[in-house]
């Protein structure tokens, strides 16, 4: 009987709404309809949407490799568990720091790990929301004369006579890379931002300024230390010309076209450095006898003379430059450290980035 009862008022209750919509004007039915099916839309193309960015690897560290995708690098990439669709996410480069190699599976395990480095402890790709990849960008092969540090973008690498292959232009190979990439997480769902961060500590630093100097329009913002062979952004210093990669005087000549100071100007930068860090290939008297000094003898003794002798010197230099341009630099030299990313050095790099990314949080 209670069933027969409650069946018995649902049913008036359905008629009575039929009667009350039919009553309605038109557009009052169809502003009720869109209320009741606009809810199921957002929801089906949320789903939609879920669905795509599943189509990449999320909290993990996926490899790219150059053998199967027809890239000249391999890369590997850390797309965050935090990381949102629906809002556009910024890529962040951490580029490869490495000692000459014997092969070039060398130089994708020294990728593997510089970026399993920046990610491990406090995970700060997931608190930063941040997308990480880094491409392995090969130092120099030992016993292949033409195979120039790449991943220190030298004078070399810009010269047919001295390198061939992926050692020459690797900031083009880079930039194909870094488009494929960019094309899987757009065609995932995800939007992503035309700028990069870049962020590098010994040889991995050098390449983060150089590659900012070269192709300051592709950047956002740069994190770089752990060296002391900073290109200076000037065209001469005290009267003296200095061609790449002292400065950029003669970058036209390399087939790089005139350097952009507008763009490059507006790239805030962070320079750091470890209070004890000796570790440089810059010693006055030392022969060169290898493109990894990326500078004659003369030039070492004078660049020494001009900007100092220690890292710490020249990288205050760098970053002295910089403020010249009237741009936005931090300089900072971390007390007791010697060549090593820190804890602590990581945990600022990624303020500082989600200082430009977001300023406003």
């Not at 949320?46 to 990449?56: E, F, I, P, Y």
């Not at 990480?132 to 130092?139: E, G, H, L, S, Y």
């Not at 004078?302 to 741009?327: I, T």
Request: proline share 4%; charged share 20%.
């Amino acid at each position: 009987m209670l069933i027969l009862r409650e069946t018995t008022v649902t049913l008036a209750r359905s008629r009575l709404s039929r009667i009350e919509l039919t009553a309605m004007p038109k557009r009052e039915v169809t502003r009720c309809r869109l209320l009741i099916v606009l809810p199921v839309v957002v929801y089906v193309l949320l789903a939609l949407q879920a669905s795509l960015c599943a189509q990449v690897n999320i909290g993990r560290i996926t490899k790219v490799d150059r053998s199967s995708s027809g890239l000249p690098y391999t890369y590997y990439y850390y797309v965050p568990r935090t990381a949102d669709c629906s809002s556009t996410s910024t890529l962040m480069h951490v580029a490869t720091a490495s000692t000459p190699l014997n092969s070039l599976d060398e130089a994708d395990n020294w990728a593997r790990g510089q970026l399993d480095h920046f990610i491990r402890g406090p995970n700060l790709a997931e608190s930063s929301r941040l997308i990480m990849f880094t491409v392995a960008v090969p130092q120099m092969i030992i016993g292949n004369y033409k195979s120039g540090c790449a991943n220190n973008l030298i004078r070399d690498n810009f010269e047919r006579r001295r390198s061939e292959g992926i050692y020459y232009r690797p900031d083009i190979h880079f930039i194909r890379v870094l488009e494929r990439f960019k094309a899987t997480l757009e065609a995932a769902g995800f939007q992503i931002d035309s700028q990069i961060l870049v962020a590098g500590y010994s040889t991995g630093g050098v390449w983060a300024h150089r590659f900012a100097l070269l192709h300051p329009s592709l950047v956002k913002g740069v994190a770089c230390g752990g060296h002391g062979m900073y290109t200076m952004p000037v065209e001469s210093y005290q009267g003296t010309p200095l061609p790449y990669s002292l400065g950029i005087q003669d970058l036209p000549q390399l087939g790089l076209g005139r350097f952009d100071l507008e763009a490059f100007r507006g790239i805030p930068f962070f320079v750091l450095i470890g209070e004890k860090d000796t570790n440089t290939p810059l010693v006055r008297g030392r022969e060169s006898g290898s493109s990894r000094f990326d500078m004659s003898v003369e030039q070492i003794v004078w660049y020494l003379r001009a900007f100092g002798d220690s890292l710490q010197e020249r990288s205050r230099a760098f970053h002295e430059e910089l403020l010249e341009l009237g741009m936005n630099s931090t300089f900072t030299e971390y007390s007791g450290v010697g060549h090593a990313l820190t804890e602590q050095m990581k945990d600022d790099i990624m303020e500082f980035f989600l200082d430009i990314v977001d300023p406003q949080r």
